[in-house]
């Protein structure tokens, strides 16, 4: 029973009704409603409860700009949706909507105690807990987070799809009203690639709350004519017309981002699981125009908050595009002359006006004679002072403005359910002010409009300031033409128009940011922002306790804070700002609008890029052996190494204890196919290594490899990795791992912005090798039989050298280097044969009990014998001296960051160096990052003075003790000496300083 | 996100270069006869003006070249873009000062984004 | 001892159709592929002569001929793709004409492999993960670029109108292949998990609660 439906009229379809519920009660709509305009067409106008004193809240708009009808949609937890307004959220069948922000129930809500004791929540007063000392916000935070809640997030994965979509464009025009729909009219007319963007399901805007029967363009009805263009538009192929697309961010260089629902308005049954719930649109546009409409400004004043209070604009919306009377009784409140065409819309629908309140001395003749012919009693120069009602508006109580803001006279009390209320219309300049565009106070409005602009865009319309349709379709025309034209379609002519319309008085409105209600200030309750219960007398407040700047007294009162961005609140509040500071509005300003223009779910910004497609994993030619042979894969920057093989029955460390030990004691296999690999050719390119490197290379000789350190010019540690010459101007390089990208981008950089001259080139070839590397007693004889005919034997093959060769016929090249201290050898063969030759390999090494080991045993056999990895023992500030590598600096040549090795803070004496530390008990592993210091008795002093950290730490299963290695100051001073290791809950761990070789020194006695 | 032009490339997107700091500072060649405060000038100290300055950029998704461009660090207008061992273009900001009329020294804050 | 046997990174995947047979994404593998760097003007004429094709000049050019096709990169640097095992023999072509000029040939066929994605909905598809303007008008037949396709850095080579040979190195390819198929889902090609998907840092110190134990840093770990 749609009780306040009218009987015909509106853009639903009556043919198809809907049901759906609200706080589990069933309703039913139309096909086209709104949750809104179901709920008001039921005679439903209290829907939810506000942000801070839980006061009752209606609807007060009828799109985007509605401040506090927010509820929950959906009654599934991994879907559900808060927040939601209720007057964009579609309604189809089986749709279940909730209110929110109240406990047990919307009309028994025990929040709203919050509402008796607002004298005591002033403004400023999350500021102030916030602001105050930590131990406030921990107490506070709990009941504020409980009781001043919006909805509930929905729990557990999002089941849903989202997608992005990059387009490029001639002319992109946000809004899909009068003015948009000529601009992208004239647009595509001339052949630009135009996208047109419209928030709403309709196209049409504005046009689709015009009473059909008094306006008609190109002789059509409005609607006719929306309906023309729609078919126009979508026979171009160089058009793409998107409804229900929000452009909400207007970021650099014409980059506009849109939001599409695509099918949160289907019921679920209809939606397509193979397209995304909403789209985001990425667009970068030649030219934008916007034309983004304006918003109807609610009045100030006390007791403006009941639900029932309505914008006399939605009131008109819901009439006309929705067929749903928002009362029966009305009070019609303006300070202009737009909402006199409301009321008179309102009463031929049979909405019975009781009183038309101008506040305004002298309202137009013509209005108010056309008043009195419909029997609608005026109150010119008069104000609403009050209201009642709990739930829904019943009494307005109006009395004369005395012209000295206050009130004077007799109060007349008049019965009511709606309030129409219009403070004047605010151009929408969210996207023009995120574009960088400058904002102007334009008086006659009275409010700001576009101003110069920064970025290729133009306002049109009502977003210019134009208020009325002629207006709108003439700029939007030359909008189009003007943007059609700059993005490259020269001689583009705005599209002709006739338009027939009654006669309208212009729109004339006045400022009256807050009106007076003839009580105290401080018991005047008119508020500016419905969603975070601001009133007029916060802003003052904030003004009295010295907040000048706008930007200021928002954070103070959290006005515009709210989910809604504040759309119907901005020019109230800085018109009253304005008055209390006795400013001017131009003075005071606005504040910055900021992306997005309205709430954006993170779905939709994630788009495709989420879950398994969040960031590539890269993988080696040889991963499926891995996962097949119990690894557990660690990332490594975006690789997936191999850390450890569990066999059955191992833990994480029982594996890695197995493989390092059998490395040493018989053969071991690391994948290494991920070291990064650079090509480097070029006559220069000895020279260049040299440069590069801090170590010595004009006299490697071909078929030699060589370890070397890169510096940055500070003279710290960069990268390592090991060449390896393979003609006079030919070397290949090796970097770490997670280096390779860095590096190739570092030497390039040299190369040409440096070291133009030198006739070097250098190529990635990371992948184009697998490599595999064997170490261990018996490496040789597995190399013997993976490699065909070759002679693997020291003798023939010396360390640090290099050969080409075969493996089943695959060229491959060998490199006898070690990074264990047993007997290595480095297999590369093309990728594609990186699995082949892993399997050829465990094949060799089966009568050697070969085990494949992972970057964990690699970084403890390193480790054992004292070999660094950069970025774990080194982080940036360590020199090739403090790493007390002997021979890596060279003095015969310039080298990047030589300069740096003799600055003073580099050859300072008690500077960070790496040293061993054994502990005294050799079953205490240390921890990594633990801190080292000098007494034996952990220190009171905070922070503890430290003499450095662990870098590296194991328990070594070859020397069947613990190792560490360590950064200490004057480290290579200490050795032989006692130091402590810092630990948590218990007694610093008593260590020896010792060389970094552990091999060496432990290895011959265990 | 910004466009970028690349001198070989054409107008990117910003996603496919890195930033590389302050343009046209050379590799001393005689760093062994330099002070450590010299020294330390090279490789520690840059401008970071308010204005119009010279930077350095790599196509780093595209063809991997470093080149320089001229650029409005308080409006994040591109002036100009050339090749390494270009001359640096005699360019001057165009326009507004500064999309919010505000100070040229100061916080960049365009809070204050009213016509004054 | 056994034989090498060869496998391409994309190996285990079935072509991709769209479920009106539109639209595709195939891997062609081991295509030959070598990278070229030199001074155009110095070795231009050389190269222009073993592959019987103009060398490419600028952005976005690409020439083919019977020895395959040439792709600008970069002002001194060029992909050439070339049939299967027939790198070789163009490598040694190629270096037999340069002889004596400053030059670069990096045979990278193992590096690189190449999904070709063809039909009515590729450019669709691309525009979903790509900023470069996909849209027939300006990206034509025949031109060739190198982006970001997601967080893949792939080189694009317009084969026809609606054909396109994406050339990515095989540690990214199969995340490509499945951020591709993820982009034609909604036109029914099949939703993917790329290889790896999900792993993240394994902590089996902070697992078992060794109070002693080294901790494993939770930054990447770099190595050697």
């Known amino acids: 029973m749609q009780r306040f439906r009218l009987h015909q009229g509106g853009l639903i379809d009556r043919s198809r009704p809907v049901h759906f519920t609200f706080d589990g009660r069933s309703y039913e709509g139309y096909t086209g409603d709104t949750l809104a305009s179901a709920l008001l067409a039921n005679g439903v106008h209290m829907i939810a409860r506000s942000f801070k004193y839980h006061r009752p809240r209606g609807i007060l708009g009828a799109g985007s700009e509605d401040p506090a009808g927010l509820v929950q949609v959906g009654a599934n937890a991994n879907e559900t949706d808060p927040n939601m307004r209720a007057t964009e959220v579609e309604i189809f069948d089986g749709l279940e909507t909730f209110s929110q922000n109240c406990w047990p129930s919307l009309s028994f809500d025990i929040g709203a105690v919050n509402d008796l004791v607002w004298r005591w929540l002033p403004a400023g007063f999350y500021y102030k807990t916030f602001m105050g000392p930590p131990a406030n916000w921990m107490f506070f935070e709990p009941l504020i987070r409980r009781a001043a809640g919006l909805g509930k997030a929905p729990e557990g994965k999002d089941p849903d799809r989202y997608e992005s979509q990059n387009r490029h464009c001639d002319v992109l025009v946000a809004g899909g009203g009068p003015s948009g729909l000529m601009a992208a009219l004239t647009a595509a007319r001339s052949g630009a690639r135009v996208i047109l963007s419209e928030e709403t399901p309709l196209l049409g805007g504005r046009l689709n709350a015009l009473d059909p029967s008094e306006t008609s363009i190109n002789g059509k009805t409005p609607r006719e004519w929306v309906a023309a263009c729609e078919a126009e538009l979508a026979k171009l192929p160089n058009v793409t017309v998107l409804t229900r697309t929000c452009a909400f961010g207007y970021y650099a260089d014409n980059f506009v981002a849109l939001a599409q629902i695509e099918q949160d308005h289907l019921a679920p049954a209809a939606r397509d699981a193979a397209r995304p719930r909403q789209r985001l649109w990425r667009i970068r546009a030649k030219e934008v125009v916007l034309a983004t409409g304006a918003t109807e400004r609610p009045l100030v004043f006390h007791g403006n908050d009941r639900p029932g209070i309505m914008l006399a604009s939605a009131a008109e919306t819901y009439l006309h595009r929705y067929g749903v009377k928002a009362g029966n009784r009305a009070v019609v409140f303006t300070n202009n002359n737009g909402a006199w065409g409301s009321a008179f819309a309102l009463a031929k629908a049979g909405v019975q006006i009781v009183a038309i309140v101008d506040a305004r001395p002298a309202p137009e003749e013509a209005l108010m004679r056309q008043a009195a012919s419909l029997g609608i009693p005026v109150h010119p120069h008069a104000t609403i002072v009050d209201t009642r009602g709990q739930f829904r508006v019943k009494t307005a109580v109006v009395r004369r403005l005395d012209g000295h803001r206050g009130v004077s006279g007799e109060a007349t009390v008049i019965n009511c359910d709606l309030i129409a209320v219009s403070g004047g219309w605010s151009p929408n300049a969210a996207l023009f002010s995120q574009s960088r565009g400058k904002l102007r106070f334009d008086a006659g409005l009275p409010g700001f409009r576009p101003g110069p602009s920064w970025q290729a865009e133009r306002s049109a319309g009502a977003a210019n300031g134009a208020m009325k349709l002629a207006d709108c379709l003439a700029e939007g025309a030359a909008a189009g033409a003007d943007a059609a034209t700059k993005s490259g379609f020269a001689g583009t002519n705005p599209a002709a128009y006739t338009l027939q319309q009654p006669d309208a008085p212009s729109y004339n409105g006045i400022a009256t940011w807050q009106l007076p209600s003839g009580r105290s200030a401080s018991s005047t309750r008119a508020f500016v922002d419905l969603q975070n219960d601001v009133q007029a007398k916060d802003l003052k407040l904030a003004v009295q306790e010295g907040y000048a700047s706008v930007e200021h007294a928002k954070r103070y009162t959290t006005t515009g804070m709210g989910t809604d961005q504040g759309k119907t609140v901005g020019i109230n509040a800085f018109g009253i700002l304005a008055d209390e500071l006795g400013k001017s509005m131009q003075e005071v300003g606005v504040t910055t609008y900021r992306q997005p223009f309205k709430p954006i779910t993170f779905g939709a910004l994630a788009g495709q890029h989420g879950g398994a497609l969040y960031a590539p994993r890269r993988t080696t030619p040889m991963h499926d052996w891995h996962e097949s042979h119990g690894a557990v894969f660690e990332p490594v920057g975006e690789w997936l190494r191999a850390q450890v093989y569990t066999r059955p029955g191992e833990t994480f460390a029982s594996a890695l204890q197995r493989e390092a030990r059998t490395a040493r004691t018989s053969v071991g296999v690391l994948d290494a196919s991920t070291l990064g690999k650079i090509d480097i050719r070029g006559k220069d390119a000895r020279e260049f290594l040299n440069r590069v490197y801090s170590n010595a290379w004009l006299k490697l000789a071909p078929g030699r490899c060589r370890y070397g350190l890169m510096l940055k010019e500070d003279g710290m540690v960069f990268d390592d990795g090991v060449t390896a010459c393979l003609a006079e101007d030919h070397f290949h390089m090796t970097t770490t791992t997670g280096g390779a990208a860095r590096v190739l981008n570092w030497l390039e950089e040299y190369l040409q912005t440096e070291w133009t001259d030198l006739e070097v080139y250098l190529t990635s070839v990371t992948e184009q090798w697998a490599v595999a590397a064997i170490g261990g007693p018996k490496a040789a004889e597995v190399v013997a039989a993976v490699a065909d005919k070759f002679n693997p034997n020291p003798g023939n093959f010396p360390f640090m050298s290099f050969r080409e060769a075969t493996a089943g016929g695959i060229p491959a090249r060998i490199f006898r280097i070690s990074f264990t201290g047993e007997l290595s050898y480095e297999i590369n063969v093309p990728a594609s044969y990186g699995l082949a030759l892993w399997e050829r390999v465990m094949a060799a090494g089966d009568k050697y009990k070969i085990t494949a080991y992972g970057t964990e045993a690699m970084h403890l056999l390193r480790a054992e014998k004292g070999f660094i990895i950069v970025g774990q023992d080194t982080d940036g500030t360590v020199a090739p001296d403090d790493l007390r590598m002997p021979g890596m600096a060279k003095t015969s040549a310039d080298f990047i960051g030589r300069r740096s090795l003799t600055r003073a803070d580099t050859v300072r004496k008690d500077r960070k160096q790496l040293v061993g530390l054994l502990t005294e008990d050799p079953s205490v592993v240390l921890m990594e990052g633990a801190h080292i210091i000098a007494t034996a008795v952990e220190p009171v002093e905070r922070p503890a003075p430290a003499l450095g950290h662990v870098t590296s730490s194991y328990k070594s299963p070859n020397l069947n003790r613990s190792i560490a290695l360590a950064l200490v100051k004057g480290g290579g001073e200490l050795i032989g000496k006692t130091v402590y290791v810092s630990r948590k809950g218990a007694d610093p761990i008593h260590a020896t300083v010792v060389e970094t070789d552990f091999m060496k020194q432990v290895g011959s006695h265990s | 996100m910004l466009l970028i032009t690349c001198p070989h490339c054409g107008t990117r997107d910003q996603s496919e270069f890195t930033y590389g700091g302050e343009a046209h500072i050379s590799r001393p060649a005689n760093s062994e006869t330099m002070t450590d405060a010299q020294w330390a000038e090279f490789v520690f100290m840059r401008n970071n003006p308010k204005g119009v300055w010279a930077e350095r950029w790599m196509h780093a998704s595209g063809c991997r070249k470093w080149f320089n461009a001229v650029r409005d660090t308080s409006t994040d207008r591109f002036l100009a873009v050339y090749k390494i061992g270009e001359p640096r273009p005699n360019v001057t900001a165009a326009g507004l000062a500064t999309p919010s009329g505000e100070p040229v020294i100061g916080s960049g804050n365009d809070a204050a984004k009213v016509m004054r | ?224």
């Open chain 3, 1 to 224: 001892m056994t034989a090498m046997q060869r496998r391409s990174p994309l190996g285990f995947r079935a072509a991709q159709h769209t479920a009106d047979g539109s639209t595709s994404i195939t891997e062609k593998q081991f295509e030959g592929k070598l990278i070229l760097r030199g001074n155009p003007s110095a070795i231009g004429a050389n190269v222009a002569g073993v592959m019987a094709t103009p060398m490419p000049a600028k952005v976005h050019e690409t020439a083919t001929g019977p020895r395959g096709t040439t792709q600008w990169l970069s002002p001194d640097e060029w992909l050439i793709l070339t049939a299967p095992g027939g790198e070789t023999d163009l490598s040694r072509d190629l270096t037999a004409a340069l002889t004596g000029k400053h030059h670069q040939i990096a045979n990278v066929t193992d590096y690189y492999t190449t999904i070709a994605l063809s039909g009515a909905h590729a450019r669709d598809m691309l525009m979903k993960i790509a900023t470069v303007d996909f849209d027939p008008l300006t990206f034509k037949s025949g031109m060739g670029v190198t982006t970001n396709l997601g967080r893949a850095n792939p080189w694009l080579r317009a084969t026809a109108s609606d054909s396109f040979d994406i050339i990515i190195r095989i540690s990214m390819a199969d995340y490509l292949w499945c951020l591709l198929a993820e982009s034609g889902h909604e036109w029914g090609l099949a939703g993917l998990t790329p290889k790896g998907a999900g792993v993240t840092l394994h902590l089996p110190h902070f697992e078992t609660g060794t109070p002693a134990a080294p901790a494993i840093d939770p930054t990447p770990t770099p190595d050697l």
